[in-house]
């Protein structure tokens, strides 16, 4: 949302006050960040749920992978291993779309009706800035007859000129002072508005993670039977490494 005033010659009478127009400018200016702030969250979560479905369909994939593997034909320990990996990337990737389906309606999808307001509330602006422009013409109009000589013609032309005047500074008032009395209410209702979604996504959250310490609970106690440490796991791996090198097919030439 931008905001780039009309370039016309000025009245020499000021029609709208420095205080008013700082004023504007100020509350104005708060709704563009906020605008801004708003279109910025709303595209980074949408990329955060995208994240979260790829990263759980990509667990899916690679578990069912390795359940497909031959040594889980030939293994039955490794087997079992396998297919307790699979059923929890899936019950994860359950509870990952049910937490995304949540916030896209409690959080995405508000946050994208909440944008779709500013276009509005810009082209109120608009029409308050031409209003202005509109006053600041026919304002320099009256008083350029009222620098000239006090003749019959003259005078007329600066009735005329005035009466052309009135319903432009009435509209141009009455734009100004709604923008100037709403556009702090409008500021304010975002908290009111993206409080409940917020709270949403924390619950939302919360009740994934709370599913995810207990499924890898769960899994931990499948296979965490006569498990080797890290430091043996990699000990063993080296061995087994070392006795593939020593195969003539994969001997150095």
Partial sequence: M???PFKIGQPKKQIVSK???????????????????TKKLHKDMKKSTEADIAMSKAAV?????????????????????????DTAMRRMDSFNQEKVNQIQKTVIDPLKKYSGVFPSL?????????????????QSKAEKYEEKEKTGPNMV????????????????????????????????????????SFEALI?????YFTEMHKIFSELTEQIDQGVLTDEQRERENDAKLAELRALSIVADD
Wanted: hydrophobic share 35%; with cysteine.
């Fill in 19 to 37: 205080t008013v127009e700082r004023d504007f400018e100020r509350e104005y200016e708060k709704l563009q960040k906020l605008e801004d702030q």
């Fill in 203 to 207: 619950r939302a959250q919360v009740v």
């Fill in 2 to 4: 931008s905001w780039i």
């Fill in 122 to 138: 810009n082209m109120a602006v608009k029409r308050r800035e031409q209003a202005l422009q509109d006053y600041k013409r026919l």
């Fill in 157 to 196: 032309k600066l009735h005329q000129a005035r009466e052309e005047l009135r319903p432009v500074r009435e509209d141009f008032e009455a734009k100004n002072q709604q923008l100037l009395d709403e556009m702090p209410k409008f500021y304010q209702s975002r908290i009111d508005y993206f409080q409940p």
């Fill in 61 to 85: 994939k690679i578990s069912a992978d390795l359940l497909g593997n031959p040594l889980c034909e030939q293994d039955q320990a490794f087997l079992e291993s396998m297919t307790a990996l």
